[in-house]
């Protein structure tokens, strides 16, 4: 029988909070049999969005989250979505998570020659986005790896927050590097989107803001103390990117800056190997 891919998701306020999960769920959606998309009670018109792709491989489910349970809802909602998973592997984006579709043939082949082997999960190198579509961030506090694909086989599961999975019986996870890269857009929104998502955040249980913090709008400071990303980006991601002022002036930028640079002259995708082991400030 041949391989299956379950893709899977959870999502609620999307279009509230500027998440583009339309995007994410279109950059693995040719390499997936299904696609479980697990979406709370909305005060916008997330719902519509998602009816909007009209593929006969989305399957949608509706919970309504209780916020009480602080941070360790999303990881309830997150199960709730794996159980509908049918496929050899599970293949979990969250909402402001895109891939490449440049990955996506290595990432099937990972998973093929890996299925007859005692693999839990696949791992890929987090590009934290910050600011600007062009800068990324490497320091202290902002995880740089991450289990995306897991075994569907039930002894696997989200955890905490979601950001991560563990095995029920308690030992660790056998996983894998593919080398693919796993694209995090949630931190490069307005200064008042951004705003927007601290407090709710907040409200969540993911942060403690002081009451500078909750206060006007938020700030990404100087943006030239962060590595430059020299790049393509996922053509879902085409529209977003060539939209948001700041990268575009951002990018400009660079290419002055950087004009000698093979990485920007044959637009190579390459993260930095060095951590900073200072925290940036946010």
Not at 20 to 31: H, R, V
Not at 44 to 55: F, K, M, P, Y
Not at 83 to 105: K, M, N, P
Not at 137 to 166: H, L, P, T, Y
Request: include cysteine; glycine fraction near 6%; proline fraction near 3%.
């Amino acid at each position: 029988m041949p391989m299956q891919i379950s893709g899977f998701t959870i999502v609620r306020n999307a279009v509230k909070y500027g998440y583009p999960i339309l995007e994410s769920i279109q950059s693995i959606l040719p390499i997936c049999d299904e696609f479980i998309v697990n979406i709370g009670d909305c005060q916008d018109e997330t719902l519509a969005l998602i009816q909007s792709i009209r593929n006969p491989k989305l399957k949608i489910i509706h919970n309504r989250w209780d916020m009480s349970m602080g941070k360790e809802v999303l990881s309830y909602q997150t199960n709730a979505a794996l159980r509908e998973c049918h496929g050899d592997w599970a293949f979990y984006l969250q909402s402001d998570e895109v891939i490449h579709e440049s990955d996506l043939t290595q990432l099937v082949d990972c998973m093929k020659r890996l299925l007859q082997e005692n693999t839990d999960a696949l791992r890929l190198k987090w590009f934290h986005f910050y600011g600007s579509y062009y800068r990324y961030r490497v320091d202290s506090g902002w995880f740089q790896k991450q289990d995306r694909i897991i075994r569907n086989n039930g002894q696997i599961e989200s955890f905490g927050d979601a950001w991560a999975f563990r095995r029920k019986d308690g030992r660790p996870l056998k996983t894998k590097n593919t080398g693919c890269f796993l694209y995090h857009y949630g931190w490069v929104h307005s200064p008042q989107m951004m705003a927007q998502r601290r407090l709710n955040a907040e409200r969540i249980g993911f942060v403690t803001l002081t009451d500078y913090q909750g206060q006007g709008e938020y700030s990404y400071g100087d943006l030239n103390r962060f590595p430059v990303y020299f790049g393509t980006h996922p053509k879902v991601m085409e529209k977003a990117v060539g939209a948001h002022a700041l990268s575009q002036s951002d990018w400009k930028a660079v290419q002055r800056r950087y004009w000698w640079h093979p990485a920007r002259i044959f637009r190579i995708r390459y993260k930095t190997w060095k951590r900073v082991r200072r925290n940036m400030g946010e």
